[in-house]
């Protein structure tokens, strides 16, 4: 490569180094180039139609995959649960359940048909253990949640 051409190369990454100073800089300090604040696209996408929680709409647990009608019946049970994470702590770390202490969530695990692993799908209940009237639908790995209601 000629001397004018690493000259060039060299242009563009001190350009773009110090464009990525700049991005650095207004994200850490919140305020955008045109002096507004700052909200990334991970905040743009958990934004939910209720101000208070994350919850976009409701499902009847007849519109419910099989697999999720079925998991249903074991919470309402008390199990035994497919699989060893079923019923632990859910931290809705997400924040788009409704806030709770913590300890008020557990996840149970929705098979997914063909899936090697878990898959993506939960349901997730609040309150006391075999209620299943304060429970929600993910079919995304808790990125959305849908009210299970009757």
């Known amino acids: 490569m000629t001397r004018a051409g690493t000259r060039e190369r060299a242009g563009k990454w001190l350009r773009h180094g110090a464009l990525a100073a700049l991005v650095a800089v207004a994200g850490w300090t919140g305020i955008g180039l045109h002096g507004g604040p700052i909200v990334s696209s991970v905040?743009?996408?958990?934004?939910?139609?209720?101000?208070?929680?994350?919850?976009?709409?409701?499902?009847?647990?007849?519109?419910?995959?099989?697999e999720a009608a079925a998991t249903l019946k074991l919470i309402e049970a008390g199990g035994p649960y497919p699989y060893p994470k079923d019923g632990v702590?859910?931290?809705?770390?997400?924040?788009?359940?409704?806030?709770?202490?913590?300890?008020?969530?557990?996840?149970?695990?929705?098979?997914?048909?063909?899936?090697?692993?878990?898959?993506?799908?939960?349901?997730?209940?609040?309150?006391?253990?075999?209620?299943?009237?304060?429970?929600?639908?993910?079919?995304?790995?808790?990125?959305?949640?849908?009210?299970?209601?009757?």
């Open 43 to 66: 905040a743009l996408a958990r934004q939910a139609p209720d101000a208070s929680t994350g919850v976009s709409g409701t499902v009847a647990p007849a519109q419910l995959p099989p």
């Open 89 to 150: 702590v859910f931290g809705n770390f997400e924040r788009l359940l409704p806030q709770h202490r913590r300890g008020y969530y557990h996840e149970y695990t929705v098979p997914t048909p063909r899936a090697r692993n878990r898959g993506a799908r939960r349901i997730v209940c609040g309150g006391a253990v075999k209620r299943i009237d304060n429970c929600f639908y993910s079919d995304d790995h808790y990125n959305s949640f849908k009210r299970i209601v009757e």
